[in-house]
T-cell receptor
């Protein structure tokens, strides 16, 4: 079974430029997450999707960040315009539908996109 | 507020020895899940082990076991017979709010296995 796929793996841009990240979750996983991981820290949730609906975007800086998950499968995270402080790793994760049992909410992560803003 | 604390920024262990990575958590929710992830230099977060708050027994997955002490709010990861490939960052995480599926991560511990 294929894991979570992300692209690109690395991206270098100049500040004020736009950038987009793409994620394809594990087949059958209806919940998709975008996390931000700064250097030396644990990931922090940006947005969570249940199918195509964003159910938790409270940590997403909406002035410059946007996300979409059309058709409830692939997702795109966009930054426009990028700032120096956006340099980080952007991780996508997915999890299976919650059926009430233990462990079913386990999130599986992709390899991440490492962004460097110059 | 929910919080995960990992007090060991770095650990150095000799190959084949067992190692314990510490994790304490804080939550007022009686239902929660605890996770450990491994992050090698390639960047991917690899799921290792899960412990539910109502589980009576400590979770085990191969060489990984979770020492769950509910009264002390600790969920330490034990790796037996360490290998060179175990060198990585290790993150403890907690799922807060049943159904909400938000993970809160600790700061991580960098484990280095010496030959």
């Amino acid at each position: 079974e294929a894991g979570v796929v992300q692209s690109p793996r690395y991206k270098i841009i100049e500040k004020k430029q736009p950038v987009a990240f793409w994620c394809n979750p594990i087949s059958g996983h209806n919940t998709l997450y975008w996390y931000l991981q700064n250097l030396g820290q644990g990931p922090e949730l940006l947005i969570r999707y249940e199918n195509e609906e964003a159910v938790d975007d409270s940590q997403l800086p909406k002035d410059r960040f946007s996300a979409e998950r059309l058709k409830g499968v692939d997702s795109t995270l966009k930054i426009q315009p990028a700032e120096l402080g956006d340099s980080a790793v952007y991780l996508c994760a997915s999890s299976a539908p919650w059926l009430g049992g233990g462990g079913q909410e386990t999130q599986y992560f992709g390899p991440g996109t490492r962004l460097l803003v110059l | 507020a929910q919080k995960i604390t990992q007090t060991q920024p770095g650990m150095f262990v000799q190959e084949k020895e067992a190692v314990t990575l510490d994790c304490t958590y804080d939550t007022s929710d009686p239902s929660y899940g605890l996770f450990w992830y491994k992050q090698p230099s390639s960047g991917e977060m690899i799921f290792l082990i899960y412990q539910g708050s109502y589980d009576q027994q400590n979770a085990t997955e191969g060489r990984y076991s979770l020492n769950f002490q509910k009264a002390r709010k600790s969920a330490n990861l034990v790796i037996s017979a360490s290998q060179l490939g175990d060198s990585a960052m290790y993150f403890c995480a907690m799922r807060v709010s049943r159904g909400a599926q938000k993970l809160v991560f600790g700061q991580g511990t960098r484990l280095t296995i010496n030959p």
